[in-house]
C-alpha cells in the first residue's frame, strides 16, 4: 500500500504514487485556507425538529425549548441545527461524490439558544492511499471552527470558541467496496 | 443527578446496550433539515453507483446516537460530553435496527475536570461491527 500525505507543512506529496493522482490541483491549493465563514444562530424550532428527529424525549430541554431559555445548556447534537449555512468546500471534488470515514467534535461550551455562531472551515490535510481495504482513495480532513458571536449588532466580535469539529471524508477512485 | 456517579465508575465497565432505529423516513427529516440532499442518502440506483447496498445513514446520525447514548447510560445532569469521535467502517443502512454497545477504557483528572473515556460500537443485526467510535464525558 502506497500512503502519500499532503498537510500544510508539507504541500507536495514525497512519493508520488505511480498511478494518476486523485488530488486536484486546486483542491492541493487549497490546504491550510481557511474558507469564507458562515454564521448561524442557535433557534428553538432547529433544536426541536433535531430531537424529533432523534426521538429524544426530555422535559427539561422541552421547557427550555418553549420558553426560549438562553441559559439552558443544550445537548451536544443541538450542533447539527446549526450546520445547514456552512457547505462543505473540496474545491476539484464534488462532496456530494465523497463518504464521511470519521468525524471528531469536541465542545468547549454547550451551545445555548439564541447564540450567535460563527463557522470556519479550513482543510487540515489530504492522504492518498493506494491499495489497502478500499482501493486507491483520498482522504480530505477538514476542520470546522464554532466560534461565538459577541457584541450587538453593529458591534460585533468573534468570541471564544464553542466547539470545534474534524470531519475525514473519503474520495474513491473506483466505487466504495461496502465494506 | 446522573443516574451513575463519577466515583461508581471503574475502568471495564460494560455499558448496557442501547438500539436505535433509522427510519427513512428519520433520515429524509435530516437531510431536509441540514440541507443535505446527497444521493447516497436518498437515491438507491446512486447509492448502488457508489458501491454501496443501499442509502445510508449520514455519519452526523452515528455520532449523535453515540451522544444519546451518553444520556441512555448515564441519565440526566451532573456531566458533560466534551468529546466525541466515530469512525464509519461499513455502511449502516436505512431502516435497519442498529445497537450500540460501550466500555470504559479510563477514569482519569485532569487541570482538575474529572474525566472517563469510553470506547464505543454500532453493530448491524448481522453482527457486523458497523461503526467505531470513542467519547470523553467530564463530571461536575
Known amino acids: ?179 | 443527578m446522573p443516574t451513575i456517579t463519577y466515583d461508581a465508575i471503574t475502568v471495564g465497565d460494560a455499558l448496557p446496550p442501547y438500539e436505535r432505529m433509522p427510519t427513512r423516513l428519520k433520515i429524509l427529516q435530516f437531510i431536509g433539515a441540514g440541507w443535505l440532499w446527497g444521493p447516497q442518502f436518498v437515491d438507491p440506483e446512486a447509492a448502488k453507483n457508489m458501491g454501496l447496498p443501499a442509502p445510508i445513514i449520514p455519519g452526523a446520525v452515528k455520532q449523535a446516537y453515540f451522544m444519546q447514548y451518553m444520556d441512555h447510560w448515564l441519565g440526566k445532569g451532573g456531566w458533560t460530553l466534551r468529546r466525541v469521535q466515530v469512525s464509519h467502517r461499513r455502511p449502516d443502512v436505512q431502516d435497519v435496527l442498529m445497537t450500540l454497545s460501550g466500555a470504559v477504557t479510563k477514569k482519569y483528572e485532569q487541570d482538575g475536570a474529572k474525566l472517563v473515556d469510553v470506547e464505543l460500537e454500532i453493530h448491524n443485526p448481522a453482527g457486523d461491527r458497523t461503526t467505531r467510535g470513542s467519547a470523553t464525558v467530564e463530571f461536575d
Open chain 1, 1 to 179: 500500500m502506497t500512503d502519500t500525505t499532503m498537510t500544510e507543512d508539507a504541500a507536495a506529496p514525497a512519493d508520488a504514487p505511480d498511478e494518476e493522482s486523485l488530488i486536484p490541483p486546486e483542491l492541493a491549493a487549497a490546504v491550510g485556507r481557511e474558507m469564507d465563514p458562515s454564521r448561524a444562530r442557535v433557534e428553538a424550532e432547529g433544536v426541536r425538529r433535531m430531537a424529533d428527529i432523534f426521538d429524544v424525549r426530555d422535559a427539561a430541554l422541552e421547557a427550555a425549548l418553549a420558553s426560549n431559555d438562553r441559559a439552558y445548556d443544550l445537548p451536544p447534537w443541538a450542533i447539527y441545527s446549526i450546520s445547514r449555512p456552512q457547505r462543505i468546500e473540496t474545491p476539484g471534488i464534488d462532496p456530494w461524490n465523497t463518504l464521511i470515514a470519521a468525524e471528531e467534535l469536541h465542545v468547549v461550551r454547550p451551545l445555548r439558544l439564541d447564540d450567535r455562531v460563527h463557522i470556519a472551515q479550513r482543510i487540515a490535510g489530504l492522504q492518498e492511499r493506494i491499495g489497502g481495504r478500499v482501493g486507491h482513495s483520498l482522504f480530505i480532513h477538514i476542520d470546522w471552527s464554532y466560534r461565538r458571536i459577541e457584541g450587538r449588532p453593529g458591534n460585533e466580535r468573534v468570541g471564544p470558541e464553542v466547539a470545534r469539529v474534524r470531519h475525514t471524508m473519503a474520495h474513491f477512485r473506483g466505487r466504495h467496496t461496502g465494506e
